[in-house]
């Protein structure tokens, strides 16, 4: 990376940390910059699929990760009375010793790679965000939000589904749309039986388990909306006993032990997908930046960590920004495409209530397509 001395990370999620370990390891001086001053992750816990795990073992933290999440094969589909149909299997993704899927918990997974990225001496600053971003022929001079100014060979916006950085370079970019689902997520302890990834489908929502160690799990549930609402937190666990009515097995033992304290997350879907390409200059999006997806792939935090490490292969075989990022995205658009749409639609195919067997299907196909090299 002859003609890339410096790069500015916004954003210190998943994809902005992958982006820092991975440019670090060409000695590049990373800078990176969080608007959170505590530098925290909201959420339950997140799904991880083969491919995923084979990105986080190329970034070089899979066996840490692995000693505290759970890995598996397989995704068990069941009905709503908790009878069990079939397993989609997980493709293998190249090693046969690396898992097909898996589970951790957000604030671990947060840990494992704030670490990393500290350790690899990125520059941390918190509590700052963007301010103004002016294009030079060389590179991009970057006015912060308290009043520090500094100037980079590249900017790499990694800062979410409403990223500044994309409105600062797109002004008149689309935005992120409502898909008509609120994703519903619990942490739990991890239920007997429950050795793998569950599906329960054919109800009036979608509900899955997940193992994220050897002694928790997390539940999500799919709630059709047509629009976002807001319910009080001391409510939440009563509108979700709501929704589970009627479904068996594990579900009702976990419906009946809800309460005020139970650790309930409660979110809308949105998502969208920015046209090519996602870069202006020397300024590019990674991530939900660019590409954010439902989570009906389990997929956005994958595509994310793989974008890191696709833009720091070809900057480093590149040499320079402008062909690396036009590279970049020829390896990345048509991959992230794939679970934008494919994530929507099969949340339409949910909220069609659609045969189980076409939702499955689509599942397995898309896993397929994502087992290939990136």
Not at 26 to 35: A, C, F, G, K, W
Not at 324 to 343: D, G, I, K, P, T
Request: charged share 20%.
């Amino acid at each position: 990376m002859s003609s890339i001395g410096k790069v500015l990370v916004v954003g210190g999620g998943i994809g902005g940390m992958s982006a820092a370990i991975c440019l670090r390891r060409s000695d590049v001086e990373v800078h990176l910059i969080d608007l959170d001053p505590e530098w925290r992750v909201y959420g339950a816990g997140i799904t991880l699929t083969g491919p995923t795990l084979r990105a986080f073992r190329a970034l070089g933290v899979f066996d840490e990760l692995a000693s505290q999440a759970y890995t598996g094969h397989g995704i068990q589909v069941c009905n709503m009375a908790g009878d069990r149909l079939k397993v989609v299997p997980t493709p293998v993704v190249g090693d046969p010793d690396l898992p097909g899927s898996g589970g951790v918990l957000r604030p671990v997974l947060h840990a494992i790679l704030a670490r990393r990225t500290l350790d690899s001496g990125t520059h941390v600053r918190l509590g700052v965000t963007v301010d103004s971003l002016a294009q030079n022929e060389g590179d991009v001079t970057v006015r912060f939000s308290d009043g520090m100014e500094d100037r980079y060979d590249l900017v790499i916006g990694a800062d979410g589904i409403f990223s500044r950085t994309r409105t600062l370079i797109f002004p008149d970019a689309p935005g992120p749309e409502f898909t008509g689902q609120c994703a519903w997520r619990l942490v739990i302890p991890r239920a007997p039986g429950i050795d793998r990834r569950h599906f329960f489908l054919g109800g009036p929502v979608k509900v899955g388990l997940n193992p994220v160690s050897a002694s928790e799990m997390y539940m999500f549930l799919l709630e059709a909306l047509p629009a976002p609402n807001r319910i009080e937190d001391a409510d939440l666990h009563l509108r979700l006993a709501e929704l589970m009515q009627g479904y068996g097995g594990v579900l009702a033992t976990i419906r009946e032990q809800l309460n005020e304290s139970s650790r309930i997350v409660r979110r809308p879907l949105e998502g969208f997908l920015l046209p090519a390409p996602w870069f202006s200059g020397r300024v590019v999006l990674i991530g939900d930046a660019a590409h954010p997806t439902t989570p009906q792939l389990a997929s956005g935090a994958g595509m994310a960590i793989e974008d890191a490490l696709v833009l720091s292969e070809e900057l480093a075989r590149q040499g320079e920004v402008p062909r690396a990022l036009e590279r970049f995205m020829e390896r990345r658009y048509a991959r992230c495409r794939l679970v934008v749409e494919n994530s929507l639609q099969i949340g339409r195919l949910e909220q069609q209530r659609a045969p189980i067997e076409a939702q499955a299907a689509l599942v397995e196909e898309s896993l397929a397509v994502l087992a290939e090299p990136i």
